[in-house]
T-cell receptor, first 110, second 112 residues
Framework: LAKTTQPISMDSYEGQEVNITCSHN???????ITWYQQFPSQGPRFIIQ???TKVTNEVASLFIPADRKSSTLSLPRVSLSDTAVYYC???????????FGGGTRLMVKP | NAGVTQTPKFQVLKTGQSMTLQCAQD?????MSWYRQDPGMGLRLIHY???????DQGEVPNGYNVSRSTTEDFPLRLLSAAPSQTSVYFC???????????FGAGTRLSVL
């Protein structure tokens, strides 16, 4: 499985756009990039998944450059309720072994 | 639709006791997994199953057993609890070919 590297923590203020970058230098051709969100005392929740270029849904956008060695999760106009840990995972859609790194702890301040 | 249901939500055990953490899903997912999450850490894979009757080990399988007799259920057994197994345990499920997992709310286990 491709190893991922994310910042340990980030701070932001309400209303700002937050970008969290994940490095995955040894991503394989069949790998997808998936982001999860975890609130305290809850299980992780799927946010967004992409393969290349840009993916957008009602929660976030995911930007993936042509070389796919990194990806950026973009959260528009964050609120206090976006305070959580965000995990970047890389893997193909056939395998079941998912490796969660330490994730990025996002703190949104008023 | 309940999704992934874990029971119990909380459990305190004494060292050496055994117990089973229950996990059930109603989404007809073939793949199911168990993770543990220690304070301030990411999730580590304990065991997983790609279908009824098939199980395999993850990163940290020692001290745990699993079985998969039905598609819906994937219990995790602690054979002889140790303080090092104090953690939050999450069960997850997904469909093959779609690498999006659905997680339960977790079981918080303390071993004294």
């Amino acid at each position: 499985l491709a190893k991922t590297t994310q910042p340990i923590s980030m701070d932001s203020y309400e209303g700002q756009e937050v970008n969290i970058t994940c490095s995955h230098n040894n991503i394989a051709t069949n790998d997808y990039i998936t982001w999860y969100q975890q609130f305290p005392s809850q299980g992780p929740r799927f946010i967004i998944q992409g393969y290349k270029t840009k993916v957008t849904n009602e929660v976030a956008s995911l930007f993936i450059p042509a070389d796919r060695k990194s990806s950026t999760l973009s959260l528009p106009r964050v609120s206090l309720s976006d305070t959580a840990v965000y995990y970047c995972l890389v893997g193909d859609n056939a395998g079941n072994m998912l490796t969660f790194g330490g994730g990025t702890r996002l703190m949104v301040k008023p | 639709n309940a999704g992934v249901t874990q029971t119990p939500k909380f459990q305190v055990l004494k060292t050496g006791q055994s117990m089973t953490l229950q996990c059930a899903q109603d989404m007809n997912h073939e793949y199911m997994s168990w993770y543990r999450q220690d304070p301030g850490m990411g999730l580590r894979l304990i065991h997983y199953s790609v279908g009824a009757g098939i199980t395999d080990q993850g990163e940290v399988p020692n001290g745990y057993n699993v079985s998969r007799s039905t598609t819906e259920d994937f219990p995790l057994r602690l054979l002889s609890a140790a303080p090092s197994q104090t953690s939050v345990y999450f069960c997850a499920s997904r469909s093959p070919g779609i690498n999006i997992q659905y997680f339960g709310a977790g079981t918080r286990l303390s071993v004294l």
